[in-house]
């Protein structure tokens, strides 16, 4: 007795390869976040990961950029040692940071989804330098607004504490990853074939 499996697809390869790109932003998120650096201004470091969170929205689209997102933060979650400075578990995603590690998702699906135009997966090089732009400055605005609310109820701090640590102390960071971000959308080594 023999079984023809020529022609059998258990999982379409649209899928697999999306899920193979999520791991690859997943992993991408988990090594910037070793790139890290001491804020005098903030309780929170300075990372790449913003960075990260605009790669997976600009390329894997609203969907599986935030897919991608949410699989590092369960890595990090179960002790894969991916968040700021090699941390891991869950303090991570109920301490000081907490509102940033939460926006992650939300953002790269925002930064997505103005890329984009919706939820369909198009070139990001399409897009204008103006759309690229204005979707990041959309992602950022998620990631502080998150970030400020979870100072607040973490660290009880006020306001406008809240605003010029967690947010207002990152701005030339943010803007050189936006730039990068731009740079690399429109760098001719990420031609899909």
């Known amino acids: 007795m023999s079984a023809d499996t020529e022609d059998v697809d258990l999982v379409g390869a649209?899928?697999?390869?999306?899920?193979?790109?999520?791991?690859l932003f997943a992993a991408l998120m988990g090594a910037f976040a070793y790139v890290?650096?001491?804020n005098p201004f903030s309780p929170a470091p300075v990372t790449l990961q913003v960075l990260g969170?605009?790669?997976?929205?600009?390329?894997?689209?609203?969907?599986?950029?935030?897919?991608?997102?949410?699989?590092?933060?369960?890595?990090?979650?179960?002790?894969?040692?991916v968040f700021s400075g090699g941390s891991a578990g869950l303090a991570p995603l109920v301490g000081?940071?907490?509102?940033?590690?939460?926006?992650?998702?939300v953002a790269a699906f925002v930064v997505g989804a103005v890329v984009h135009g919706g939820l369909s997966v198009g070139?990001?090089?399409?897009?204008?330098?103006?759309?690229?732009v204005g979707a990041m400055v959309g992602g950022t605005v998620v990631?502080?607004?998150?970030?400020?609310?979870?100072l607040m109820l973490v660290l009880g701090l006020g306001p406008v504490a809240a605003f010029t640590a967690g947010a207002a102390a990152f701005v030339p960071a943010e803007a050189f990853k936006i730039a990068a971000a731009v740079g690399?959308?429109?760098s001719d080594a990420f031609v899909a074939k």
């Open 53 to 81: 969170v605009f790669l997976a929205g600009l390329f894997l689209g609203p969907v599986w950029g935030s897919v991608s997102i949410g699989l590092y933060l369960a890595a990090g979650a179960v002790g894969a040692p």
């Open 14 to 23: 649209a899928i697999v390869e999306n899920l193979g790109r999520v791991a």
């Open 143 to 150: 990631v502080y607004a998150m970030g400020v609310a979870g």
């Open 36 to 38: 890290s650096f001491p």
């Open 96 to 105: 000081s940071t907490a509102g940033y590690l939460w926006s992650y998702p």
């Open 184 to 186: 690399i959308v429109r």
């Open 123 to 132: 070139d990001p090089r399409e897009a204008g330098v103006v759309r690229l």
